[in-house]
């Protein structure tokens, strides 16, 4: 099978260069496609130098759209996604490719304790992880990495769902669990990156809020629903209860608590079959 790697980069002039040669140097790579996405510095020159073909946004569309211009254009069976930033370690891909000839579908670099950027960042993937898992009742070690292998014509199947953002990981993984696809994990060990990041901390604190619903609505939104939907039921029927025994008598916040459960239930019912049609495939 044909291996393509596809390392999105903006302004990675400083650690390009390097990340391409310790690629080559494996040996078992079919092509490098680096994807310029908008950078203001050389990292176009020191790409192409080392010897990878480089696609150029003509402005930055994000990580995400990088994803998925390289995912378009990578002639591999297998394509290999990472950072151009020195943080993974081509020396893991072989690991990553084993997996991928055992069976797998996707094969997920699961970064291990203290490879995280920041405690704070650490704290919201552990809260990631434990969320993908409910929702997927599989074992998540890690939903956000960035490091991973899949097989080039199931990833496509789902280009249409991925975000132009950073939270791209997050939505490739749970398309892969609902429809039923084999993924596993790979411990690794992500090294600090070379060069500045791209995360602003106020935008990823927003960006965790939205990646916590986008995880319920891609998978199960039902399992996200109905939890709320039974709490308010539960306080609907304990208001009743207690009003009547005192007052002998329905009160209008026993019926707003029972309709606002039964909203809630349809919304995630409706949902639901919904998110069952994003996945239909198509003949």
């Not at 704070?120 to 956000?144: C, F, I, P, S, W």
């Not at 106020?202 to 709320?228: E, H, N, Q, V, Y």
């Amino acid at each position: 099978m044909a291996i393509s790697v596809v390392l999105p980069a903006k302004n990675e002039s400083g650690a390009i260069g390097q990340t391409i040669e310790r690629i080559q140097k494996l040996q078992i790579v079919d092509e490098i496609i680096v994807i310029n996405d908008g950078s203001i510095d050389n990292t176009k020159d020191i790409a192409e130098k080392a010897g990878a073909k480089v696609i150029s946004h003509p402005y930055s569309k994000g990580n995400g759209a990088a994803i998925k211009t390289g995912a378009r254009n990578a002639v591999g069976d297998i394509i290999v996604f990472m950072d151009a930033d020195g943080q993974h370690d081509p020396q893991d891909i072989p690991r990553l490719l084993t997996e991928i000839n055992q069976g797998y579908d996707l094969v997920v670099g699961a970064r291990q304790k203290g490879s995280q950027a920041s405690l704070g960042r650490g704290v919201a993937n552990k809260l990631y992880n434990n969320l993908a898992t409910y929702m997927t009742e599989h074992k998540v070690e890690d939903l956000t990495s960035g490091f991973r292998a899949v097989r080039a014509e199931k990833f496509r199947e789902f280009l249409y769902l991925l975000p132009n953002g950073f939270s791209y990981p997050t939505t490739s993984t749970m398309a892969f669990f609902r429809a039923g696809y084999s993924v596993t994990y790979v411990p690794i060990h992500a090294a600090k990156r070379i060069g500045s990041s791209h995360i602003k901390p106020l935008k990823d604190g927003i960006r965790f809020f939205i990646i916590i619903f986008k995880i319920a609505t891609l998978f199960s939104p039902l399992k996200m629903f109905l939890p709320f939907a039974m709490l308010l039921f539960l306080l609907a029927t304990s208001w009743y209860g207690y009003t009547l025994y005192e007052y002998q008598r329905f009160t209008n916040m026993s019926a707003l608590l029972f309709t606002g459960s039964i909203m809630i239930f349809l919304m995630g019912l409706i949902s639901e079959q919904i998110t069952a049609l994003m996945y239909k495939k198509e003949d």
